[in-house]
């Protein structure tokens, strides 16, 4: 059950006052993990249409071919 530990006002200033209850226990829960789905694929029912999958290529900044680095380097 959740009961105050401390129940007043917090002062700002001389004009300025908040309410504010501080309570002895709290928890913090996790937002649910964002999928990302693109709007131009094709509408399916399946689960995996559309699906955004992220995929991230290496290149050497001098390099004029920008071939791709491969991943175990």
Excluded: C, H, N, W
Aim: glycine share 4%; proline share 4%.
């Amino acid at each position: 059950m959740a009961r105050t530990k401390y129940q007043g006002d917090l002062a700002i200033s001389e004009d300025i006052k908040l309410g504010v209850k501080i309570f002895s226990r709290t928890k913090e829960d996790a937002f649910p993990s964002m999928k990302k789905y693109s709007k131009v694929a094709e509408q399916s029912s399946a689960l995996e249409a559309g699906k955004v999958a992220l995929r991230r290529d290496y290149t050497e900044l001098d390099d004029t071919d920008q071939k791709i680095i491969p991943p175990e380097q």
